[in-house]
C-alpha cells in the first residue's frame, strides 16, 4: 500500500508528519514524499525542510494521497500540472486526502465539488468557494475523499483511516505507540471553544502570532 | 529566544515536528535543527529525511534544548561528544527538555539524576537505570528540565512551555491555529486506558505492529 504525501515550499510541517507518524506503522505501508522538484522542502515557518525523494512523474498510482496544508497552498491552487497530478491519482486511490488547507487543492483540482469537506476554521468560506459543502467537523468523510481540519486534526484522520484499512487493533496499537493520550494545557483548540477575541484577532492578522 | 532541536538519525519525526510546530509560532522564537553532521537525517520509519541546518560546534548556547526520542538514540547514550553537548547546552538553557526516549540521553547525560522525569512507556525502567524518578505523567517538569511521555505528547510539553514562557494568550492562540482540538477515534493512547493484551504484544514486538 502506498501513500504518497504532496510537499511544496510553504506548507505546514506537521499537516504532513502527523500522518506520516501514523500511517508509516501500518505493516506492508510504504510512504513516498513527492513534489514538483525532490530535495529538501522548507515549510511555512522556515526554519525546517523535509525532504521530497520523488517527482510528480515518479508517482502516478498511489493507493493513498495526502495533501498537507499551509500558506504556500495559495500560490499552487492555479498550479495545472500540480492539479492535473492530483486528478491523476484520484483515479487510482482508495483514498484521496487532505489535512488543513490542502482541501483547498482537492477542491480546485475538482474533487470535492458538492462533497462534504472540512478545512482549517480560516479557510472554509473559501472551501465554499470551490465547490464543496464546507462541513465543521474534525474528519469529513464522503465517498473516498477524507478531509482534516487545521494541522494536527491530521493525526484523527490517520487514526481514522487506519481503522478503516486495516483493523481496529492495528489503529489502537499505533494510538499506544504514539502514546497519543493528548491532554493539551488550555482548551482553545477550536473557534467553538476558543474565547472569541482570541478567534477574531487570528483572523485578522491571518493566523500571525503577535506578541 | 533560540531553540535547539537535536536530530541523529533514526529519531521519530514527530518528537521533533510537534513541538517545532508550537515553539516556532512564539513571536521572536528561532528553531535551529542540529545534528553531528548537517543535512537530511532520516527517521525511524526510514521514508522521511528532515534538515539539520547546523552541526553542534555551530549551536553552543541555546535557550531552550529540545532532544527527540527514537530507536536511533540506543546508539547515543554512550557517544560522548553529543552527551558533551548536551552538558554544554544545559548551562546555558533556561529549559532543557525531550520528547519520549529523549529523556535517556538527558539521563545518559547526567542531568536527570535524582530528577523527576518521564519518557516513552516502554523506557520507563532504563529511565530509572539511568538515576532519574520515572514519572507517568504526560508533562513533567523538575526544576528546568522539561521531558514529555511517548512522541505526541511533545505537543502538550510544548504549549506548557509556551505559556511559561510568554503568556497564556500567546500559548493559546497557538493551539487554535494549530486547531489542537484532539478527538482521537480510539482510547487506547496510554497503558493506563488500552487493553493489556495490546500492550503485552506491543512489549513483545518493542513496539513493532505485526499484521
Not at 72 to 86: M, S, T
Amino acid at each position: 500500500m502506498q501513500t504518497a504525501i504532496l510537499l511544496y515550499d510553504n506548507f505546514t510541517a506537521l499537516d504532513a508528519v502527523g500522518p506520516y507518524e501514523v500511517l508509516s506503522r501500518i505493516p506492508g505501508s510504504e510512504i513516498v514524499f513527492v513534489a514538483t522538484n525532490p530535495g529538501p522542502i522548507r515549510t511555512d515557518m522556515t526554519s525546517l525542510a523535509l525532504t521530497a525523494d520523488a517527482s510528480l512523474t515518479d508517482i502516478t498510482s498511489p493507493d493513498i494521497l495526502l495533501v498537507p496544508g499551509g500558506p504556500g497552498c495559495a500560490e499552487l491552487l492555479n498550479d495545472e500540472p500540480v492539479l492535473d497530478w492530483i486528478r491523476q491519482a484520484d483515479t487510482t486511490t482508495t483514498w484521496t486526502t487532505s489535512v488543513c488547507s490542502g482541501s483547498l487543492l482537492l477542491a480546485a483540482a475538482g474533487l470535492l465539488t458538492g462533497k462534504r469537506a472540512t478545512s482549517h476554521w480560516i479557510c472554509m468560506e473559501l472551501l465554499e468557494a470551490f465547490g464543496a459543502i464546507p462541513t465543521s467537523e474534525r474528519v469529513v468523510l464522503d465517498g473516498k475523499h477524507a478531509t482534516a481540519a487545521g494541522v494536527s486534526a491530521g493525526i484523527d484522520l490517520a487514526l481514522h483511516l487506519t481503522g478503516l484499512l486495516t483493523s481496529d487493533r492495528i489503529a489502537q496499537s499505533i494510538q499506544l505507540v504514539l502514546e497519543y493520550d493528548p491532554q493539551p494545557p488550555y482548551n482553545t483548540g477550536s473557534i467553538t471553544k476558543a474565547p472569541p477575541p482570541l478567534v477574531t484577532a487570528l483572523r485578522k492578522t491571518n493566523l500571525t502570532i503577535t506578541a
